[in-house]
């Protein structure tokens, strides 16, 4: 499984920003999605879950600024990040639950930049 994610930038603070990122390859499956960050200096933590189900889960620091969707016909996820604020500074990471011969395990694109400055 590979995922490929794009919409990364640098946006002013109140600005907004929408990541994508599209799983390809040879898979049966995949499951729940979702994006994380990483900051320098810091651990990658979750900014947001999307199940195949479309049950959503936000870290607190991003609910009602963030919304994370999907398309299962594309295999794609979506981040739009709204009012956007310096700490949301980082590397945006996606993954995602793939389901192939091999079993199932999670697998995660190579980041995409974010930085939100004036």
């Known amino acids: 499984v590979q995922l490929v994610e794009s919409g990364g930038g640098l946006v002013q603070p109140g600005g907004s920003l929408r990541l994508s990122c599209a799983a390809s390859?040879?898979?049966?499956?995949?499951?729940?999605m979702g994006w994380y960050r990483q900051a320098p200096r810091n651990q990658r933590e979750l900014v947001a879950s999307?199940?195949?189900?479309?049950?959503?889960n936000y870290a607190d620091s991003v609910k009602g600024r963030f919304t994370v969707s999907r398309d299962n016909a594309k295999n794609t996820v979506y981040l739009q990040m709204n009012s956007l604020k310096p700490e949301d500074t980082a590397v945006y990471y996606c993954?995602?639950?793939?389901?192939?011969?091999?079993?199932?395990?999670?697998?995660w694109g190579q980041g995409t930049q974010v930085t939100v400055s004036s």
């Open positions: 390859g040879s898979f049966f499956s995949i499951g729940a």
């Open positions: 999307i199940a195949s189900g479309a049950t959503t």
């Open positions: 993954g995602a639950m793939g389901t192939t011969s091999w079993g199932t395990r999670q697998y």
